[in-house]
């Protein structure tokens, strides 16, 4: 697999595996935690989660997934907005550590920015780094203002990514926030790069998909991680799937695919705002 260097110099594989919706139900915790470790085993070796998903439960089946594996993985989960005040922060990320079975996460995000002012969550997050509870810290759904608001806080210059929506058909950050972080060296971790698997996404993209000998699912990981400067986290729970999103690391588009691509999902021409979900 093909890997990343964030700032701290950790090198992560372009594709990793997201959890959102794991861990809701309980029948589905076995299977998911299975899911989870094939993906280890494919090399998708960068868990995203959060303790918003399935209120701690994608945590907990994430930890039952890395259970005497832990320094396989690159283990990345965020805080609530709600609870990012100076101390609530550190309770969540305490709480956090319990559910995923560990002593430190490698990556601490906060999910998306809300009313706590960003410098206590700042100050929170550089306490857990000095106590070892996280190595590294960064943002998500953070828009250009957002992020130069957050980056000139002192402490912040160490931040190492925001995860946004970025796939095919949600562009909007090529016009401003993804040059920015480029400059920046901030990597973007793009979320829902499968479109989360919509039907007709996947079916513009068969054309370029059959040249390839691919998926469109794998065309589209492939389009989201051909930035040097982006890697990505898609969710499966589907064995054979997994297989495939790994193997999407290896596709290289042509210039030919990607005018194609252009025609049927246009980059932005203008500054748009930030696309979530
Ligand atoms: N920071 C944020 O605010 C935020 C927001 C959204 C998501 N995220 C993170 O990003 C991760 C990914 O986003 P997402 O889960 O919403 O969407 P996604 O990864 O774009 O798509 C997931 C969907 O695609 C299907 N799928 C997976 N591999 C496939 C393949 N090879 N072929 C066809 N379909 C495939 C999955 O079904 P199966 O499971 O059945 O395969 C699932 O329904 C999340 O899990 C989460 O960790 C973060």
């Given amino acids: 697999m093909r890997r990343l260097a964030l700032p701290d110099g950790s090198r992560i594989p372009v594709i990793g595996q997201g959890t959102w919706r794991m861990g809701e139900r309980g ?12 993906g280890l085993d494919l090399g998708l070796t960068l868990i995203d989660t959060a303790e918003m998903y399935g209120n701690g439960g994608a945590e907990e089946v994430t930890g039952e997934a890395i259970a005497g594996r832990r320094e396989e993985v690159y283990l990345v989960t965020k805080v609530l907005p709600q609870n990012a005040s100076r101390k609530g922060t550190i309770q969540a990320c305490e709480q956090s550590l319990k559910r995923l079975g560990t002593d430190h996460v490698d990556l601490y995000l906060l999910h998306w920015r809300g009313g706590h002012p960003l410098a206590e969550t700042l100050d929170a997050f550089l306490d857990l780094q000095r106590q070892g509870k996280i190595r590294s810290f960064g943002v998500s759904n953070f828009d250009p203002a957002d992020l ?21 058909t949600a562009r909007g950050i090529e016009f401003d926030l993804l040059p920015q972080q480029a400059r920046l060296g901030i990597p973007i971790m793009s979320y829902c790069p499968l479109a989360q698997g919509d039907a007709r996404t996947l079916t513009a993209l068969e054309p370029i998909a059959r040249r390839h000998q691919a998926t469109a699912a794998q065309v ?3 389009w989201v991680i051909r930035h040097p400067h982006v890697f990505a986290v898609p969710k499966s729970r589907n064995i054979d799937r997994l297989k495939e999103n790994a193997a999407a690391a290896d596709i290289v588009l042509s210039p030919q695919d990607l005018t194609e691509i252009d025609a049927a999902f246009p980059p932005p021409k203008k500054a748009r705002p930030l696309e979530m979900v």
């Fill in 220 to 222: 589209l990981l492939a």
């Fill in 27 to 38: 029948a589905e915790r076995a299977a998911e935690a299975k899911a989870l470790r094939a």
């Fill in 148 to 168: 130069t608001e957050w980056l000139a806080l002192p402490g912040a210059e160490t931040t190492q990514t925001n995860q946004v929506l970025y796939n095919v």
